[in-house]
């Protein structure tokens, strides 16, 4: 038997690092490497523990620029290329211009772009042409409406809503669950469904919820993985889904008509 060749192993390969900030009890860190390419790492660091339950209080508390900054100060050793705060509460909390006073802050801490979940919601909104929301969260009342006020704010109008009222454990929630909230949120024809919080699963719903509905679904962690990559110039990988594959978008491009004629599109 001849030795084996190992001159193709010249790796690994080199990787491009994203930095992640996460609060304290995000549990989902395999969720979101799901989106990432194989020459992307990761670089996870939470936020310190405060024993508060899911609450606009929590909210406020782990996305505290003080907070961020250190968290972000303990990835800049690794030099990663754009830094995502993965909290969607923390961090639609302020509005948008706490949302964009985050990343200023983040940026700032770290000498590196920087990203918010919220802020790549509504740049998600966008790239679909969504003008149109219907939302599902695993949060209480209080903080579903930060979330509904937020969106609004945005110029973007939410035609239903579903919650589930929860303080804890919301990475517990299963698939089915959600599912059966997303069927209630989208009763009066939104153009895209939201799925909210990095803590509530969602990787391999989105697919299926698709089809179901018809209409683009994002989710928190999507979203971020999406929105992180692309300022790589990279896209996040993943099962066929609207936001990652702009050939899962819309239905069939219709035909121009004579006479600048457009036709009319049907509702099923």
């Given at each position: ?27 989902l860190d ?10 992307v ?25 003080e907070?961020?900054d250190?968290a972000?100060r303990?990835l ?20 948008i211009a ?14 590196v ?23 599902v969260t695993?949060y ?26 929860l303080?804890?454990?919301i990475?517990?929630v ?5 599912v ?9 024809s ?12 969602t ?18 962690n ?10 790589l ?19 069939p ?16």
């Amino acid at each position: 038997m001849g030795t084996m060749d190992v001159s193709f192993l010249g790796g690994p390969r080199p990787q491009r690092g994203v930095g992640v900030v996460a609060p304290f009890d995000f549990a989902l860190d395999r969720e979101l490497w799901r989106w990432v390419p194989d020459d992307v790492s990761l670089h996870l660091t939470r936020t310190p523990y405060v024993p508060v339950e899911v609450s606009l209080d929590l909210a406020r508390l782990v996305s505290e620029h003080e907070t961020l900054d250190d968290a972000v100060r303990t990835l800049t050793a690794i030099t990663p290329e754009v830094v995502a705060y993965a909290c969607t509460s923390g961090s639609f909390v302020g509005g948008i211009a706490g949302e964009r006073a985050m990343c200023a802050a983040m940026t700032r801490a770290g000498e590196v772009p920087s990203i918010t979940t919220s802020g790549a919601l509504l740049e998600a909104l966008a790239a679909l042409g969504a003008r149109r929301v219907a939302l599902v969260t695993p949060y209480t009342v209080s903080v579903t409406r930060a979330l509904q006020e937020y969106v609004a704010e945005a110029g973007v109008e939410v035609t239903g809503c579903a919650y589930m009222g929860l303080t804890r454990h919301i990475w517990k929630v299963p698939y089915r669950d959600v599912v059966a909230m997303a069927h209630k949120a989208v009763r009066r024809s939104p153009d895209v469904l939201f799925i909210s919080c990095t803590n509530l699963p969602t990787y391999d719903v989105i697919p299926q919820l698709e089809a179901e509905l018809r209409i683009p679904v994002i989710s928190a962690n999507q979203v971020t993985m999406w929105a992180a990559l692309s300022r790589l110039g990279t896209r996040a990988v993943g099962p066929y889904q609207a936001l990652i594959d702009p050939a899962a978008r819309s239905g069939p491009v219709l035909p121009q008509l004579p006479d600048g004629e457009q036709q009319q599109e049907g509702r099923s």
